[in-house]
């Protein structure tokens, strides 16, 4: 990562963004462009600012953090979204939104620390992609013709006797190689081997069931199946999911 990261932050409360105006400052790789008082002029922000990532409160007045999000999600560059909120009940619905993290007020110092080392983290891989490989896509074959999946699309794959099932937000997909291979290519993205027969995108992870014996089941955006989440991996998910 060469420059500093364009940040904006979007809350109508002056006290929450002096707060983290303040304690973003701190970090030397931080260039804060703009602040916004409501979802409205965040928006304005962003299209013109074109930051890297932005701090949005969720209940604001008008144009909610959330609905913010959503407007946003058709922009050719995304900015990276950590919301900001003194509510944890917004949780399932940021990531929804495929929220980078989720803060709540009053902010944590280290919280905040690991939340931009997951920021440098994340910035730092899309920079080493866009230089190394600016189209990479899974290539899958669906009734005669090869169909390029981004990595961003598929939920989950999972392996079923001798073939390995890609699943999509819509639809299944089948391969011959086997669920390490694929584990493999996916490295550098944000997937996770919850059991030795499945492969997560933790960017779609919604919710964290306890099942039986120590064991638990994940569910995805989007998706009604209910993936296995083996005991020996429990603990290793929880520290990639959770503040």
């Given at each position: 990562m060469n420059n500093k990261i364009r940040t904006i932050i979007i809350d109508d409360e002056?006290?929450?963004?002096?707060?983290l105006k303040f304690l973003?400052?701190?970090?030397?790789?931080?260039?804060?462009?703009?602040?916004?008082?409501?979802?409205?002029?965040?928006?304005?922000?962003?299209?013109?600012?074109?930051?890297?990532?932005?701090?949005?409160?969720?209940?604001?007045?008008?144009?909610?953090?959330?609905?913010?999000?959503?407007?946003?999600?058709?922009?050719k560059k995304i900015p990276l979204i950590i919301f900001a909120t003194a509510y944890p009940n917004y949780a399932a619905k940021a990531f929804r939104v495929e929220a980078l993290d989720y803060l709540l007020k009053?902010?944590?110092?280290?919280?905040?620390?690991?939340?931009?080392?997951?920021v440098k983290d994340r910035l730092s891989f899309n920079e080493k992609n866009e230089q190394t490989s600016p189209?990479?896509?899974?290539?899958?074959?669906?009734?005669?013709?090869?169909?390029?999946?981004?990595?961003?699309?598929?939920?989950?794959?999972?392996?079923?006797?001798?073939?390995?099932i890609i699943c999509t937000k819509d639809r299944k997909f089948s391969l011959k190689a086997p669920i390490k291979e694929l584990e493999e290519k996916l490295k550098g993205?944000?997937?996770?081997?919850?059991?030795?027969?499945?492969?997560?995108?933790?960017?779609?992870?919604?919710?964290?069931?306890p099942w039986f014996n120590g064991a638990y089941q994940l569910k995805v955006v989007g998706k009604k199946d209910e993936i296995p989440v083996s005991r020996n991996y429990v603990k290793s998910l929880r520290a990639h999911l959770e503040l």
């Open positions: 002056p006290f929450s963004r002096d707060e973003l400052e701190n970090d030397s790789d931080v260039e804060i462009v703009a602040e916004a008082d409501s979802g409205e002029k965040g928006l304005e922000m962003i299209m013109t600012k074109n930051p890297d990532v932005i701090f949005v409160d969720i209940e604001m007045r008008q144009m909610s953090g959330l609905d913010l999000a959503k407007t946003i999600q058709n922009m009053p902010f944590d110092e280290e919280q905040l620390q690991e939340t931009m080392k997951r189209i990479a896509k899974l290539a899958v074959e669906d009734e005669g013709r090869i169909v390029y999946l981004s990595p961003s699309e598929i939920s989950y794959l999972y392996r079923e006797e001798r073939e390995t993205y944000p997937f996770f081997r919850t059991h030795k027969s499945y492969l997560v995108n933790l960017d779609k992870v919604e919710q964290l069931i």
